[in-house]
């Protein structure tokens, strides 16, 4: 294999990507390579690192490489490609005497991640973006990014800055419209953002992005029947996509939305759940969010917690992400593993009390308190879960993620405060979720159970009853 660790050829020349962006490299090829790279990342098809690193062992100089796949890693969150990604950004390092003032920008944003500063490299992003606004790379990391850390305006805006200087005639835009619609959607501008990912898939219909972005609206907007065929009408396109999982936790999100519990188990057995022990946290990370959700309407699940607390326990300790710790505190409390939740909880207090990065202030002011809560809610102490959840409820957004996916909390705070006979309360949770999603059988059969709880039997059988008519429609 070619020695990559030698800069002494490196010859600064620069050619330009087919978006007219600048790339230190004298090899076509190489630019070549990187540019499939990029479309295996951002379509979700293929391995993009695998496609960089072949590319690498035919040009063992090529900076932008490197590059790639140091920040392309970034997005995994998974220590499992810590030593790779570190490996990349060093290797990036050497070859810097010799890179354009774009490399050096991407160069400066995977050092501050790698110094646990996520918020400074997006910074460091934006700045590359703004002198290079056709740099695709650059966009994707920053939306991604911002969805990752619960930027929510930060997902919109940054597509916004450079939307007018994108057209159908620049390779790539169909996937800038798929972050347009996603930022759109997540600032609950629904027509636009459902017009902007239709118009995505216009010009791609396997951009599974696009689907993700569009099904988000249906989501939100409570379009239950909607979704479920149009995930269906499309499935064909993103179904063998690396991003399906995620897909199928999205359709199963409509099935439970309309009490079809036996469609949301196929669909965890078929496509949420394998022997897969690489570590991948896209698929626990779902699976842990549907089963939560079951567990939250009293569903017996089986043994399912088991083997999906068996993925989870090697990455008990990590406190890389809040997020991906809340979802493995799921399992741990719902498959009774004491020393596991232990463990867990043992290393983020020990983390939020030393460590300085972007991932504390997540941990510390939503990670822990869903983590503890949820224990409590596994106890039976429904009131503690809700004194715990009640103070953040609208903090959520820092944990990252989607509004979606942070919906479980949101959840988990009702449910508790229905068992905790806190009716009043539960009451005008439930009325927040029925303003939002007025067309949810789900939301108002927790409208329903409050007025129960309070003695209101009249409009408890009106609530049922709309229950019964959107179920039916």
């Known amino acids: 294999m070619t020695d990559r660790s030698r800069p002494s050829s490196v010859v600064s020349v620069s050619r330009k990507d087919c978006r007219g962006v600048p790339v230190s490299t004298s090899h076509q090829d190489a630019i070549d390579g990187l540019e499939r790279a990029l479309e295996y990342a951002l379509a979700f098809r293929g391995d993009a690192i695998a496609e960089i690193n072949a590319t690498l062992d035919a040009h063992p100089d090529f900076i932008m490489g490197y590059l790639f796949k140091a920040c392309w890693m970034t997005q995994a969150m998974e220590t499992r490609i810590y030593s790779e990604m570190v490996a990349a950004a060093e290797a990036a390092e050497r070859l810097a005497p010799h890179a354009n003032d774009r490399e050096l920008g991407h160069l400066a944003a995977v050092q501050c991640w790698l110094h646990g500063d996520f918020f400074g490299a997006v910074q460091k992003w934006e700045e590359v973006l703004t002198r290079y606004p056709h740099d695709l790379f650059a966009l994707a990391l920053v939306h991604l990014t911002d969805v990752l850390l619960g930027d929510v305006v930060g997902q919109r805006d940054v597509v916004a800055r450079v939307f007018n200087l994108w057209d159908e005639t620049i390779p790539g835009y169909e996937f800038v419209l798929g972050f347009y619609s996603f930022g759109l959607e997540e600032n609950r501008d629904f027509y636009q953002a459902e017009e902007m990912g239709r118009q995505a898939l216009a010009l791609r219909p396997d951009n599974p992005y696009a689907v993700h972005a569009v099904s988000h609206v249906m989501e939100m907007q409570g379009r239950q029947g909607g979704g479920i065929r149009f995930m269906a009408d499309q499935v064909d396109r993103w179904g063998t996509s690396n991003f399906a999982n995620h897909l199928w936790w999205h359709t199963a999100l409509f099935h439970l939305d309309i009490g079809d519990v036996d ?61 991906n710790d809340v979802h493995a505190m799921m399992t741990f409390v719902s498959d009774e593993r004491a020393d596991a939740q232990t463990a867990l909880l043992t290393a983020n207090e020990r983390y939020v009390e030393s460590a300085s990065d972007a991932n504390v202030a997540m941990s510390r002011e939503i990670g822990m308190p869903f983590c503890l809560a949820m224990r409590d809610f596994h106890k039976g102490d429904y009131g503690s879960c809700v004194d715990r959840l009640l103070p953040v409820r609208y903090m959520t957004h820092r944990l990252g993620g989607s509004f979606a996916q942070r919906d479980v909390i949101g959840w988990t705070l009702l449910e508790a405060a229905l068992r905790a006979k806190r009716f009043d309360l539960a009451l005008g949770l439930a009325n927040e979720r029925t303003a939002l999603k007025s067309t949810s059988p789900q939301n108002w059969s927790y409208v329903a159970r409050a007025f129960r709880g309070l003695g209101d039997k009249s409009n408890a059988a009106r609530a049922e009853a709309r229950v019964e008519t959107l179920r039916a429609a």
């Open 263 to 323: 469609g949301v188990l196929d669909i965890y057995d078929k496509h949420l759940t394998s022997a897969d022990t690489s570590g991948d946290k896209y698929e626990e990370l779902d699976a842990s969010a549907l089963l939560w959700r079951l567990r939250l309407l009293d569903v017996n699940v089986g043994d399912r917690w088991k083997r999906l607390a068996n993925k989870w326990e090697p990455a008990a300790q990590d406190t890389l992400y809040a997020f």
